[in-house]
């Protein structure tokens, strides 16, 4: 198996879920004993939170890129960012490093394209929902993509830095969400992509109105692929 590099911390939250998940996928596939070789760096989610200024992203550039270097330096084949938001640092770390880096996005296009869906939604924090470097990756695997619904982005937010990044789950934060997915329905998306870790913790992934593609299982089916040399073709 090949060694894996994790940039977690992104909140624990999220990082618990990629380990436990990867694990669990790995041992599934290669025997009952089997755990997959992570090596974790957990990032002090305080110098990472609600970035908006320029600077605020020149900061946590250093502080990613410094991360995958030291990954790198202990020995691991390939890297994973455990954020849907921190990959649009993906080409200052991917330039800073030696070895490859699964990119969300990719794996998310890929999934989508299989399963022969045309027009999608994308639900996460703003600069997921509202910037290039994340709907470009998916549109560059033929898939449309609806405009962000602005008067989402704010609930959304809310929901994900306020609540889910720090373990608290509520009946209100699930409502906000089905009412979304519903209303991305109506619009005209034939699924949904959950670009957020965490989302799922309020999202019942496998009984919605539209399919819904977790960005997170779809990243951490990717690792396990990549740990055990099953890579999926596009």
């Known amino acids: 198996m090949r060694k894996l590099g994790l940039i977690g911390g992104m909140s624990w939250v999220s990082t ?24 974790i760096e957990s990032l002090d989610f305080g110098q990472l939170f609600a970035l908006r200024e320029e600077e605020d992203w020149k900061r946590a550039t250093s502080v990613l890129v410094d991360s995958a270097k030291r990954l790198e330096g202990a020995g691991v084949d390939g ?5 849907n938001s921190m990959h649009k ?5 991917a330039e800073a490093i030696d070895i490859p880096i699964l990119h969300i996005a990719d794996h998310v296009g890929r999934a989508l394209k299989r399963s022969d869906r045309k027009k999608a939604a994308l ?3 703003r600069n997921v929902m509202t910037e290039s470097f994340y709907r470009k990756r998916l549109v560059a695997h033929g ?3 609806l405009p962000p619904d602005l008067k989402n982005v704010e609930t959304l937010e809310r929901i994900i830095y306020d609540e889910l990044m720090v373990g608290r789950v509520t009946r209100d934060a699930q409502r906000a969400l089905k009412t979304i997915i519903t209303n991305r329905a109506q619009e005209g998306a034939d699924s ?16 919605n109105v539209l399919p819904v593609f ?5 990243h951490c089916s990717a690792a396990a692929d990549w740990i055990l040399e099953q890579e999926q073709d596009d």
Do not use: F, H, W
């Not at 640092?89 to 770390?93: A, C």
């Not at 949904?192 to 009984?207: G, M, P, S, Y």
């Open 79 to 83: 890297l994973l960012i455990g954020a």
């Open 89 to 93: 640092l993906y080409d200052e770390i």
């Open 192 to 207: 949904i992509v959950l670009a957020c870790t965490e989302l799922n913790l309020v999202v019942d992934v496998d009984a």
């Open 214 to 218: 977790d960005s997170t299982r779809i």
């Open 143 to 145: 898939i449309d993509l």
């Open 16 to 39: 618990g879920i990629y380990y436990d998940r990867i694990n669990r996928i790995v041992q599934k596939r290669a025997a009952p004993m089997a755990s997959a070789p992570l090596i």
């Open 123 to 125: 639900i996460g924090t």
